[in-house]
């Protein structure tokens, strides 16, 4: 199985801020990943997809880039309603896999 | 408008069965390669299974941890995916969503609780 991290794991940040998550593969994936948003009790939203499209209504601060073992999830100004948890998933291989996710909260 | 809705759900022993739905409408489901993905307590996402529609073939992708146990399956004169879960284990805990993708956007259900225990 391809194995996921994500860094850091946890972080605080203002609205304002730019904010930046990475995900790593144990494996090259090409640019199979996704990015999810996750809030406390909700279903998560694809934000992501293919490394860096942007998904149908997403807000567009929301930015991915990277290719084969690394990626990156930038929010380029953290808006109230985005404090939340990130996930990473990779399509490329069977299984599909999600990183451990990131939690993004008030500083 | 796309939308998912699982059910079936509930707190089942040890051992037991389970059988979860998620109702589809707002789209070809005929069409549509279907996924559940679910989530324990306080934990991440976990990849479930994948059954294609059957147009491309109708196979399914199962995760380690519940093939064998798990089967994908699809009645799409009634628009509705299934989960039947078998020899159901404590880590089975989680809620169970339904997710598929139209379009390039991806569209998840509202899930579905799932408690294995005694």
């Known amino acids: 199985d391809i194995q996921m991290t994500q860094s850091p794991s946890s972080l605080s940040a203002s609205v304002g801020d730019r904010v930046t998550i990475t995900c790593r593969t144990s494996?090259?994936?090409?640019?199979?990943l996704g990015w999810y948003q996750q809030k406390p009790g909700k279903a998560p939203q694809r934000l992501i997809y293919a490394a860096s499209s942007l998904q149908g209504g997403a807000p567009s601060r929301f930015s991915g880039s990277g290719s084969g073992t690394e990626f990156t999830l930038t929010i380029s100004s953290l808006q109230p309603e985005d404090f939340a948890t990130y996930y990473c998933q990779q399509y490329n291989t069977f299984p599909i896999t999600f990183g451990p996710g990131t939690k993004v909260d008030f500083k | 408008e796309v939308q998912l809705v699982e059910s079936g759900g509930g707190l089942v022993q040890p051992g037991g069965s389970l059988r979860l739905s998620c109702l589809a409408s707002?789209?070809?489901?005929?069409?549509?390669?279907m996924t559940w993905v679910r989530q324990a307590p306080g934990r991440g996402l976990e990849w479930v299974g994948r059954?294609?529609?059957?147009?491309?073939?109708?196979?399914?992708d199962y995760a380690a941890s519940v093939k064998g146990r798990f089967i994908i399956s699809r009645d799409d004169s009634k628009d509705t995916l299934f989960l039947q879960m078998d020899s159901l284990k404590t880590e089975d805990t989680a809620v169970y969503y339904c997710?598929?993708?139209?379009?390039?956007?991806?569209?998840w259900g509202q899930g579905t609780p799932v408690t294995v225990s005694s």
């Open positions: 494996q090259g994936i090409r640019n199979d």
């Open positions: 059954l294609k529609s059957n147009i491309d073939g109708g196979s399914t």
């Open positions: 707002g789209f070809t489901f005929s069409n549509a390669w």
């Open positions: 997710t598929t993708v139209r379009f390039l956007v991806e569209y």
